[in-house]
């Protein structure tokens, strides 16, 4: 079982930026992937950024160019870097990982607001 912690969110103005963090309770090196995934009010959640083990780095139409996702293997940490941020990227981002031997972990998610 792996614990992922997400931390880093809060309040923030339009075009400011925020870096979240997911620590996960064991080795990431074992994950397929990880991936930040977020969750507006009265939305579905969406896929945000994701990158794959072997380095594939995917994001949402809504972020590229202004997310960066990235990972430290020795931290067993990912992070989200978000630049330019708009009231529209409120949410909850929550951190997700992919084991190669098919189990999901789902973080407890960070509330991120962007006031206008």
């Known amino acids: 079982q792996v614990q992922l912690v997400e931390s880093g969110g809060g309040l923030v103005q339009a075009g400011g930026s925020l870096r979240l963090s997911c620590v996960a309770s064991?080795?990431?090196?074992?994950?397929?992937?990880m991936d930040w995934h977020r969750q507006a009010p009265g939305k579905q959640r969406e896929l945000v950024a994701r990158?794959?083990?072997?380095?594939?780095?995917n994001y949402s139409d809504d972020v590229k160019g202004r997310f960066t996702i990235s990972k430290d293997i020795a931290k067993n940490t990912i992070y989200l870097q978000m630049t330019s941020l708009k009231p529209e990227d409120t949410a909850v981002y929550y951190c997700?990982?992919?084991?190669?031997?098919?189990?999901?972990?789902w973080g407890q998610g960070t509330q991120v607001t962007v006031s206008s």
């Open positions: 997700h990982a992919e084991h190669y031997r098919g189990y999901n972990y």
């Open positions: 064991g080795s990431i090196f074992s994950m397929n992937a």
């Open positions: 990158l794959t083990k072997g380095g594939t780095i």
